[in-house]
Nanobody, 121 residues
């Protein structure tokens, strides 16, 4: 069972920064795509950013230029650097990781438990 542990959320004033981390563990062989999603109250979960194994990134239009996703394959960890935060960024942020693991079935997709990010005006 692949587990994801998130950290780094919190309360910040508009214009501030936060850095989220998500570490994966549990019989992992390779990790393909890693991503961050968010869900605000009353809204559907949406993709914030993703990064592939070869480093290709994809960002939601609303965070382009303000957020940066990165990864460490040595640590099986994905990061989300969030700068110039605005109140509209307030949500629960979830990491998502998919890849191959030891065991059956070999493919996996796992979600983190979620971390709250609150941006005050």
């Amino acid at each position: 069972q692949v587990q994801l542990v998130e950290s780094g959320g919190g309360l910040v004033r508009a214009g501030g920064s936060l850095r989220l981390s998500c570490a994966a563990s549990g019989g992992i062989i390779t990790i393909n795509t890693m991503g961050w999603y968010r869900q605000a109250p009353g809204k559907q979960r949406e993709l914030v950013a993703s990064i592939t194994r070869d480093g290709r990134t994809n960002y939601a239009d609303s965070v382009e230029g303000r957020f940066t996703i990165s990864r460490s394959d040595v640590k099986n960890t994905v990061y989300l650097q969030m700068n110039s935060l605005i109140p509209e960024d307030t949500a629960v942020y979830y990491c998502n990781v998919e890849g191959r693991r030891a065991g059956i079935p070999p493919g996996f997709e796992s979600w983190g438990q979620g971390t709250q990010v609150t941006v005050s005006s």
